[in-house]
């Protein structure tokens, strides 16, 4: 009986304990003095950078908080209104979508500055030990739609798909649906092999965006193309057992693993540095910061990292050591030019 | 008919009937093997999980450090030791280009290049120093910083030529150790593999717990004790039994929806807090306890109850005094088997914003937290390869927290095992 008093005590104590620090923690939902940002997880590796870099310089502060939802599931937090409960910034792998736009604009998120922060290339990657594939976008669609000519797809070699490569099977390790990088493979690479195979579809695309994406950016799911889940460092380890696969992943793994993987050239592109941020290389894609005017004022530092970030993306600067590829100096310009000045997006200008 | 009044004695000699005694040996003999081999493959999952855990993970406790002189005196530091232990010391160590003078002395030391060797956290360690030390200033000084990754993998496992070449002259001029790394057990999550720490976590996973603990054992062993000893055994009894046992099985997932949708949505409580994590388990962990405390509580002989009965002890005192101190050692288990699975998971932590970079650890229950399986999970997706060897680090942390729990729930129950 004593022990058990004296347990139901001891809880009963913790809890009191534990209100108290509830208490002096205190605010809650009314205010908040930290950064929140939610987003890509493509562009989560470098705001947390900046977020380090920025905790590093401001002694005091409150170490923002960064949460990698996906592009898609952080614009559903971020369009969800102003006020403290919702997250200042959108890390994004794509531009915000007009029915985003809309749903942030019902719910009060008015004005939204759009900061490009960089560029990512989607690589294709193969083995050390691979056959040294080279491929086109064409022979990408070819071998990923799930219908490239109406009918399934029946190809089961890459030669099936283009007589100059191996008679060796299609085996592609890629991101789920859930994925920005799934987006930028569809958009980037199968809508374009789509439109240079099937010149009629560009057309249909501004007819018929449902159709065009049913003919076009619809992956077969047969097993030749195998969703590997959001962690890429498997889609690494799965080439390497496997030479004859192909995996497609976000730059920056490629380029950490160049000693276990060859990049695949696209269309007799390589994918390096060089060729993505020339846009060169067909697969790379620009990188996004969605922040909410609004909060500008009212969240303390929150335009102290802005600026920083904006000191961050330099060639030669802390973002580009780990794995971001620079914009164009006039992209960069303008991105720094909309931090300064504080411009809204035009909502006229997104897809 | 006279033959099946008496049978024919049975002859123990017969052929077949010796046949039919070896086969029902042979068959105890394989069952034997068959149980032992069961336990041994599950032994050896066990010591392989272990081993590749250990060897991957051990490597995440040490690290390389490289020793780099600094003439504090002679730099080019704005910096005087009054102000360092005044109360404006962090800003001005902050407004101190300390990178660039710990890049400038590495490059003194180790010639061109030798910023690179360093990790690039390695500032933050002479910072640390001088905060310490402000008499540091005024002469010149031996600091201990972090290698770079790349020199840390070379020095501990294989690692690309160049890399080993310059450990191995670095070890010979005995400017580089390798040694147990405390400050991973006391820092937070990082963007540099050398610079991160499981402290967040951890203290993430120690408040979320002692939420559920504090919530899920007192509802869940009150409900148990009401169903059993209070409740009239009706359509409703039933009715919540079948709804408790169904909600054990529920996976874990949808708890995280409904956390979600009731305490983040309806009550606003702070997204990625500790204090939410703890009630959306709690709600999980709560069925587990309910189940093994009604068992236990089931087991208690009747006897008992109605000798307490008989000497004039209230419903009250029968409970307290003689059912739950008997039903203790059963309900122990149900919660220790709860809490394990309470601290793996990591699936309804995501849906409530658990899964955030956070790089101080939380203070309070209200403060952003992470969970320890949460940060294995975001280190194992980590581009830099550095992070392989701290997965496999913070999951032995994960462990030895599992071991030490489970520790403490044994010893209760062994001091309240009462046997008759």
């Known amino acids: ?351 | 008919m006279g033959s099946r009044l008496t049978p024919a004695p049975t002859d123990w000699r017969d052929t077949a009937h010796q046949r039919r005694m070896a086969k029902r040996y042979a068959a105890e003999r394989r069952f034997r093997w068959l149980g032992l081999g069961a336990v041994l493959l599950s032994a050896g999952f066990l010591v392989v999980l272990l081993v590749s855990m250990l060897s991957a993970g051990l490597g995440g406790f040490v690290q390389t450090q490289i020793a780099l002189p600094i003439d504090f005196a002679h730099s080019r530091l704005s910096l005087d030791p009054a102000t360092l232990r005044g109360p404006g010391a962090d800003l001005a160590l902050a407004a101190a280009d300390l990178g660039g003078a710990t890049d400038a002395a590495a490059i003194a030391a180790y010639g061109p290049g030798g910023d690179s060797l360093l990790s690039d956290g390695a500032w933050t360690r002479v910072r640390d120093q001088l905060k310490a030390d402000p008499s540091l200033l005024r002469r010149r000084a031996t600091v201990w910083v972090p290698a770079a990754d790349r020199i840390d993998i070379a020095a501990k496992r294989e690692g690309a030529p160049a890399d080993e070449a310059i450990v191995a002259k670095l070890k010979a001029a005995h400017t580089l150790t390798t040694s147990f790394n405390a400050f991973f057990l006391r820092s937070s999550d990082a963007t540099d593999p050398t610079m991160v720490g499981i402290w967040g976590a951890l203290k993430g996973s120690l408040l979320t717990m002692a939420v559920t603990l504090l919530i899920a054992f007192p509802v869940g062993v009150l409900s148990a004790l009401y169903l059993e000893e209070y409740a009239p055994h009706n359509r409703w009894t039933d009715l919540i039994e079948v709804s408790i046992n169904n909600l054990a099985a529920v996976p874990s997932i949808i708890f995280g929806l409904l956390g979600l949708a009731v305490f983040l949505n309806t009550f606003h409580l702070p997204r990625s807090a500790a204090i939410v994590g703890g009630l959306t388990l709690a709600l999980m962990t709560m069925p587990v306890i309910v189940i093994a405390a009604r068992n236990a509580i089931k087991a208690v002989p009747p006897s008992i109850r109605d000798a307490a009965f008989g000497v004039g002890a209230s419903p009250v005192q029968v409970v307290f005094h003689h059912v739950l101190p008997l039903a203790m050692p059963g309900i122990l288990t149900g919660t220790i088997i709860g809490m394990a699975r309470a601290l793996g998971e990591t699936a309804p932590l995501l849906m409530i914003g658990m899964r955030a970079f956070i790089t101080a650890p939380p203070g309070g229950l209200r403060d952003p937290a992470t969970v320890l399986p949460v940060q294995i999970f975001l280190w194992s997706d980590q581009v830099n390869r550095g992070f392989v060897e701290k997965t496999s680090a913070a999951i032995l942390v994960l462990l030895i927290f599992l071991l030490a729990m489970n520790g403490v729930a044994i010893y209760l129950r062994n001091r309240f095992e009462t046997r008759w």
């Open chain 1, 1 to 351: 009986m004593h022990r058990i008093m004296t347990i139901v005590a001891a809880s009963a104590l913790a809890t009191g304990l534990a209100g108290c620090t509830d208490q002096a923690n205190g605010g809650g939902a009314g205010s908040r003095d930290q950064i929140k940002v939610v987003g890509s997880s493509t562009v989560f590796p470098f705001t947390t950078i900046v977020a380090e870099r920025f905790v590093e310089k401001t002694p005091g502060v409150k170490s923002p908080v960064i949460e990698s939802t996906g592009t898609g599931g952080g614009m559903k937090l971020f369009c969800g209104g102003v006020g403290a409960d919702h997250p200042d910034i959108e890390d994004a792998s794509r531009r915000m979508k007009r029915s985003e736009y809309d749903l942030c604009k019902a719910n009060g998120v008015a004005d939204i500055m759009e900061v490009q922060v960089g560029l990512d290339g989607i690589a294709f990657a193969e083995a050390k030990s691979g056959p040294g594939l080279r491929l086109t976008t064409t022979d990408l669609f070819k071998a990923m739609a799930a219908a490239p000519d109406g009918k399934p797809n029946a190809a089961k070699t890459w030669k099936d798909v283009n007589p100059a490569l191996p008679a060796m099977p299609i085996q592609i390790y890629g991101p789920p649906a859930t994925s920005g990088t799934r987006d930028a493979l569809a958009e980037l690479i199968l809508a374009r092999g789509c439109e240079a195979m099937l010149p009629d579809m560009a057309e249909v695309r501004e007819k018929n965006p449902a159709e065009f994406a049913q003919k076009c950016t619809r992956i077969r799911e047969d097993g030749a193309y195998v969703d590997a889940g959001e962690n890429d460092n498997l889609i690494v380890q799965k080439l390497q057992s496997n030479p004859n696969a192909v995996g497609i992943f976000g730059y920056s793994y490629l380029e950490e693993n160049r000693d276990k993987l060859n990049g695949i050239p696209i269309n007799g592109t390589e994918p390096t540095y060089e060729t993505i941020s020339r846009n060169q290389y067909p697969g790379s894609r620009p990188l996004y910061l969605y922040v909410k005017k609004a909060h500008l004022s009212a969240i303390r530092g929150l335009r102290e990292f802005l600026k920083l970030y904006a000191a961050s993306w330099n060639p030669g600067g802390p973002l580009v050591a780990k794995g971001l590829i620079a914009s164009p100096d006039d992209v960069r310009k303008k991105s720094e030019t909309i931090v300064n000045w504080e411009t809204t997006l035009d909502p006229k200008t997104l897809p």
